[in-house]
């Protein structure tokens, strides 16, 4: 089974910046889509950015200009880099992955547990 281990969140002043990091751990599969999702308080769950295996990506029109979706496939990871963050981007971001586990020999779709961004005015 896939699992997906985020690390980055935390509290930043509007106009600062973090950067979030997804790892995959699992035996054997390959990653197809890695991508980065955030849930607000009382908003529904709204993708911010995700990246294929062929390096296509695709932003949220909120996030574009100042967010950077990226993946090191060596190393089974993803990035985000928030540049100039708002009040208005805090929320609970989670990773995202789908994929292939070759020893469950079946396609997984994984969620990391969610990592916190506030950004204060």
């Known amino acids: 089974q896939v699992q997906l281990v985020e690390s980055g969140g935390g509290l930043v002043q509007a106009g600062g910046s973090l950067r979030l990091s997804c790892v995959a751990f699992?035996?054997?599969?390959?990653?197809?889509?890695m991508a980065w999702y955030r849930q607000a308080a009382g908003k529904e769950r709204e993708l911010v950015a995700s990246i294929t295996s062929g390096g296509r990506i695709n932003y949220a029109d909120s996030v574009k200009g100042r967010f950077a979706i990226s993946r090191d496939s060596a190393k089974r990871t993803g990035y985000l880099q928030m540049n100039s963050l708002e009040v208005e981007d805090t929320a609970v971001y989670s990773c995202?992955?789908?994929?292939?586990?070759?020893?469950?020999?079946?396609?997984?779709?994984?969620w990391g547990q969610g990592t916190q961004v506030t950004v204060s005015s």
């Open positions: 995202n992955s789908k994929g292939y586990d070759y020893s469950l020999r079946r396609p997984f779709d994984s």
């Open positions: 699992g035996s054997s599969f390959s990653l197809n889509t």
